[in-house]
């Protein structure tokens, strides 16, 4: 996702080209029952509309407030039918998609949802193609129709295999055609969708939603309604109100540190329970190979050689992440370990010293790490500053840390002025496309001025069309194998997934799975 905040391990989507059938009880909303739940986040919610929403935040309110034709159900990562009674691909090309509608489907409003409004939502998407919206996902789709109110077809452009999962995602969100604007983003702060919630207000320190009496589809609700509360990257003030009673759930920006101090008030009584979850989400150092400096391969190598990936998760982040040696994380079909095989899994000064040598690198080289915690992370500034001394300490660098706001953050990588910066990544949809072609097929979201003709070319085009995903780990490892020999990234670890409960809250563990789904309607409260 458009480098989604930071802060579950996924496995392979098998099967995408079979039909989907309905058969996860397709008429179980209305309204919930039980108290309602505060929910307290340091990420922002950046978008309600969901053509401009690509943020882990937006894509928390998509998910609960919109419907997709499919959705990814508790606990799994293949996806089933949601606002679609069955979907299916109707070529041995998988590049015609078909969809037809459930029953009795309306928005919050009361408006009928119909294919109308499918196509609606995915024609306005594309239209609209917002810089900071998840339009970069269907580069494949050519045209939506709609042969009657209950049907809609998808033709791709080429072959993509993954495409049920993409429309699975928050990216699939279904918006009303009354109520939105063909060629222009909602500004209103509002939403309206056909999802187990609706969007009763939205401001800067809160949302508030309640059950969506309309809804029809998979989820069944457990609670009244959930207002979640927005702490603006400030971990201290999340922290404190969870002990304070003042929220039931805290979820995404926590610091390590807060939560082994919260899970030690588990163990004394306080009323707090901290819950664990899987992640594939990552993080990656980038590097713009325009640069002068960053640009050298002998300076990238030298970094690779030299990076301690167990020290920064253990010292910065209290082991509540796993180093990451591969492109494609733990747990996702294709996974290996190239930067590990390559560069080893403990520093080397003397292979660093060697490749600015090769290089003809001389003298210390003077490096500026840049960082932007608010968007990747309370600890990314300190993980950074150790970054810098690891390199420092080899006497080969002269590095230091400078961080900058987001917007900012953006700006300055599109202009080229960062040689050496953060990004992360909270996958859209649980399948190794999603680690690769956002990065390194055309237009990617990195910025950093990196192409590489075998991978997106042939690549990338050919492991999409493969229906059987397990048949691509050799391609998978091809593009591994090429990135960790020219280090356009390097990766540097894998997340896992928290959320901290008072005791009385309960299903958290459904909201925590490797689908990155956060469902509002599984949490209860006493």
Not at 8 to 20: E, F, I, K, N, Q
Not at 247 to 269: E, Q
Not at 322 to 346: C, E, K, N, Q
Not at 414 to 442: H, I, L, M, Q, S
Request: hydrophobic share 35%; with cysteine; aromatic share 10%.
């Amino acid at each position: 996702m458009n480098t989604r905040n930071q802060w579950p391990v996924l496995s392979v989507v098998t099967g995408l080209a079979a039909g989907l059938l309905a058969g996860c009880g397709a008429d179980t909303g209305g309204a919930g029952a039980g108290s309602s739940v505060v929910m307290g986040m340091s990420d922002d919610v950046l978008a309600t509309d969901p053509a401009a929403g690509y943020d882990p935040g937006s894509w928390l309110l998509f998910n609960n407030v919109f419907q997709s034709l499919l959705s990814f159900p508790k606990g799994g990562t293949e996806p089933e039918p949601e606002a679609a009674k069955e979907c299916a691909f109707t070529d041995t090309g998988t590049t015609v998609y078909r969809c037809t509608l459930n029953d009795g489907l309306k928005f919050s409003n009361g408006d009928v949802l119909t294919s109308k409004d499918v196509k609606f939502s995915f024609d306005r998407l594309l239209k609209i193609n917002d810089d900071t919206g998840p339009a970069i996902m269907f580069p494949m789709l050519d045209e939506v129709t709609t042969p009657d109110a209950k049907t809609v077809v998808f033709r791709l452009k080429y072959a993509d295999a993954t495409f049920p999962s993409k429309i699975a995602s928050g990216a699939g969100s279904i918006v009303d055609h009354r109520q939105y604007s063909a060629d222009g983003l909602r500004t209103d702060g509002g939403a309206v969708g056909s999802g187990p919630y609706k969007l009763d207000s939205f401001d800067k320190d809160q949302a508030v939603f309640s059950v969506n009496d309309n809804y029809r589809g998979a989820a069944e609700v457990h609670n009244s309604g959930v207002t979640l509360k927005f702490f603006h990257g400030d971990r201290s003030a999340l922290k404190n109100a969870l002990l304070a009673d003042r929220v039931d759930v805290a979820y995404r920006g926590l610091a390590a540190d807060d939560i082994a101090d919260l899970d030690n008030a588990t163990s004394t009584g306080k009323g707090i329970e901290v819950i664990e979850g899987a992640s594939a989400e990552v993080q990656h150092l980038v590097f713009n190979m325009d640069d002068p400096v960053a640009g050298k391969l002998g300076v990238r190598k030298a970094i690779a050689y030299l990076l301690d990936r167990e020290a920064l998760v253990g010292d910065v982040y209290e082991h509540t992440a796993t180093p990451l040696y591969s492109i494609i994380p733990a747990g996702v079909t294709g996974h290996d370990t190239a930067f590990f095989d390559t560069y080893g899994g403990r520093p080397s000064e003397s292979k660093a010293r060697a490749a600015l040598r090769e290089e003809g690198v001389s003298g210390k080289v003077k490096l500026t790490l840049w960082s932007t915690p608010s968007r990747y992370g309370p600890a990314t500034d300190d993980e950074f500053r150790a970054i810098a001394r690891q390199l420092n300490a080899s006497g080969l660098f002269d590095a230091t840390v400078r961080s900058v706001g987001f917007d900012q953050y953006e700006k300055d990588i599109a202009e080229g002025r960062y040689g050496v910066y953060v990004k992360g990544w909270v996958p859209d949809y649980p399948d190794p496309d999603n680690f690769t072609a956002p990065f390194f097929g055309k237009g990617n979201v990195l910025g950093n001025n990196y192409t590489n003709s075998t991978i997106t070319s042939q690549l990338i085009p050919r492991t999409a069309a493969e229906s059987d995903r397990s048949s691509t780990d050799s391609d998978y490892a091809r593009v591994q194998s090429i990135v960790a020999d020219q280090i356009p990234v390097i990766p540097v670890w894998q997340a896992k997934q928290y959320a901290v409960v008072r005791d009385d809250v309960y299903g958290l563990e459904y909201c925590l799975d490797a689908s990155t789904v956060f469902r509002f309607w599984e949490i209860s409260k006493d």
